[in-house]
């Protein structure tokens, strides 16, 4: 069945920075574009970053844009997302998906 397992969620402080890495498994990773969500307490979830599958454009919700990276390795069926100049407003669950898919989150802390 098709797993997205996502990791390396963590505190970090300000100005810090956290790579989060999606491990899928049970489809044919490199047909899909991949993207990320996080989901802050109280908020709707909301769209982060996206990177297709054939071409590797890349997409990213202004909020992160310059600050975020997302990317994609087809040999290891991985998705990456390095955070950088974390803000106290990127506190959130962070979710892996894929079409009709998602993780199960893990959790960002950026706080002092």
């Known amino acids: 069945q098709v797993q997205l397992v996502e990791s390396g969620g963590g505190l970090v402080q300000p100005g810090g920075s956290l790579r989060l890495s999606c491990a899928a498994s049970?489809?044919?990773?490199?047909?899909?574009?991949m993207s990320w969500y996080r989901q802050a307490p109280g908020k709707e979830r909301e769209f982060v970053a996206l990177?297709?599958?054939?071409?590797?454009?890349?997409k990213y919700a202004d909020s992160v844009k310059g600050r975020f990276t997302i990317s994609r390795d087809n040999t290891k069926n991985m998705v990456y997302l390095q955070m950088n100049s974390l803000k106290p407003e990127d506190t959130a669950v962070y979710y892996c998906?894929?079409?009709?898919?998602w993780g199960q989150g893990t959790q960002v802390t950026v706080s002092s």
């Open positions: 990177i297709s599958s054939t071409t590797g454009s890349t």
């Open positions: 049970g489809f044919t990773f490199s047909s899909y574009g």
């Open positions: 998906k894929r079409t009709g898919f």
